[in-house]
């Protein structure tokens, strides 16, 4: 008796070691391994014939992403090889073809991902033309294909010590063998992990330089001495209603402007006049006020004029959690306007192909680190995530392809429908155009005679003069007329 204990949990009649994975989780794990390469053969696919198709999508970002999406197809054809290459047997044609192909290809998207870091830096920090980088195409396939190349041919060409191949099982396909598992570290993960980390030092240093920028810009367009200085009433009344317009709704109700016209009259010259009593323009009649000394009426003070208004404001209504977040990402976004659009599409861009590689790669190291800590037991739920998510690497791609390409996609897509039908190139975008410019002119037609008709009305609806009698003891004098505006709301 060797110790070892056999059981038969999916009643195949196949024994099956503790720790080890049943024939249902391995068919369950192909099949999700291979549904995940066909969407990424199809959405290469699709890269592949829309970047031939038209000229306007051979963009620089475009462009590297069908450098990449090489590497995807060859990865995609090794996921929907599956488990036929483990069934083949280690030393099969199909099995060494099916784990070179692994190590070489998975390999370099990670590194395609590290090179638009690289460019993305040189853009920012170096005012490099991304169109520059085209030149050195050669280059970028040397680093991100050839690097993953010399491990992945050493691994084929070198046997162990008794003639064993190195490609061999590993659990859901033909791999690094279990036997060598150490070397799935030091040749595939440690390069994969390293790209990804220095990919996100150069995207935060990249953030950090773009906020510092926009700080700048905003610092020196308040520091500007040229701008307007508000009077105080303006000054005042902007603060208020805007400071009231974040609680609600304003309606201004009443505006009462009060003018006083009054015969007043002070002294001047002569030694009396420094001794005179003050003259109270609210307390009557001048001719029943005392003074002492003669004075003779010489000049008639300013209006005096106040205004009085009325603001009720309902409190705003609370914004729902995802109406908040989608707010402070268009605020978050809005930092970004004053970026060169050429350069905001390549970070863009960039940093999507970024996260898809790092969600990529996330659940495979985790599942690799359990292997090395747990050795004798295999996680199905690990290798289900791995299964899932490595093969979409080409999804991801098209993803990104087609998103940040859509709308020049659709121009290209009617211009070619158009030319098809004999309609001349540009003929959608002139009518727009001249839909748009009448639009505005009929906007402008009815302003204008918005405002002629309010223009008109004004003298009748607007104001009115009423007469107040004077009296003795009341506060205007003189019959002075009180000019008051009816209520309007903002």
């Known amino acids: ?52 198709a038209f000229k306007r999508l051979r963009t620089v970002p475009n ?16 996921c929907l090889i599956g488990y036929s290459g483990v069934l083949a047997g280690p030393d099969s044609d199909l099995c060494q073809a099916q784990a070179f192909m692994f190590e070489l290809f998975m390999q370099s998207d990670p590194w395609w991902s590290f090179a638009m870091a690289v460019n993305v830096y040189m853009v920012f920090f ?16 040397l680093v991100c294909y050839g690097i993953p190349f010399i491990p992945s041919l050493w691994l084929l060409i070198v046997h162990g010590g008794d ?21 799935r570290i030091y040749t595939y993960y440690l390069p994969i992990w390293v790209c990804i980390i220095l990919s996100t030092c150069i995207y935060v240093a990249v953030g950090y330089y773009v906020f510092k920028q926009r700080n700048q810009l905003r610092n020196l367009s308040l520091s500007n001495p040229a701008r307007d200085v508000p009077t105080a009433r303006d000054s005042g009344e902007k603060t208020l209603f805007a400071n009231a317009a974040v609680m609600g709704s304003i309606n201004r109700e009443v505006v009462q402007v009060t003018t006083v016209n009054s015969s007043a009259t002070h002294s001047v010259g002569g030694p009396s006049s420094a001794g005179a009593a003050p003259v109270n323009w609210f307390d009557g009649p001048l001719d029943n006020q005392s003074f002492d000394g003669s004075s003779a009426p010489t000049s008639r003070p300013n209006p005096y ?34 970026i060169d659009p050429v350069k905001l599409a390549y970070l863009r861009t960039s940093f999507v192909f970024a996260i898809s590689v790092f969600v990529t790669w996330t659940p495979s190291s985790i599942n ?71 639009r505005q002119n009929a906007v402008e037609l009815s302003r204008r005679k918005t405002h002629g ?19 003795p003891g009341g506060n205007i004098t003189n019959g002075g007329p009180v000019r008051v505006m009816r209520g309007t709301s903002l």
């Open 126 to 141: 170096f005012s490099a033309s991304p169109k520059s980088f085209l030149r050195y195409w050669w280059a970028y396939f």
């Open 163 to 183: 003639g064993q191949n190195m490609y061999g099982n590993a659990t859901i396909w033909c791999w690094i063998d279990k036997d060598w598992s150490n070397l």
């Open 453 to 471: 008709q309010s223009t008109q009305s004004q003298g009748d609806d607007a104001v009115s003069d009423i007469s107040v009698p004077s009296t």
């Open 305 to 338: 004029q106040t205004t009085v208004t009325r603001i009720t404001a309902d409190p705003a209504p609370r914004e729902g959690y995802w109406a908040r977040v989608y707010s402070n990402f268009q605020r978050w976004r809005g930092r970004f306007s004053h």
């Open 1 to 52: 008796m060797d110790g070892t204990i056999h059981s038969d949990p999916d009643g195949t009649g196949q024994t099956v070691a503790p720790g080890a994975l049943t024939r249902q989780h391995i068919e369950t794990i192909v099949i999700f391994e291979r549904l995940g390469a066909a969407l990424s053969v199809t959405g290469i696919l699709l890269i592949f014939l829309a970047y031939a």
């Open 368 to 438: 690799r680190v359990h292997d090395l800590v747990y050795a004798e037991s295999t996680s199905f739920a690990l290798n289900l995530a791995s299964a899932v998510v490595l093969p979409l690497q080409g999804v991801w791609n098209a993803v990104i392809f087609f998103s940040t390409s859509w709308s020049t996609l659709c121009r290209e897509m009617r211009a070619y429908l158009d030319s098809r039908r004999g309609i001349p190139r540009g003929h959608h975008t002139a009518v727009a155009v001249r839909n748009e410019r009448d």
């Open 63 to 78: 462009t590297f992403i069908v450098f990449a999406s090489f590497a995807n197809l060859g990865a995609s054809i090794a």
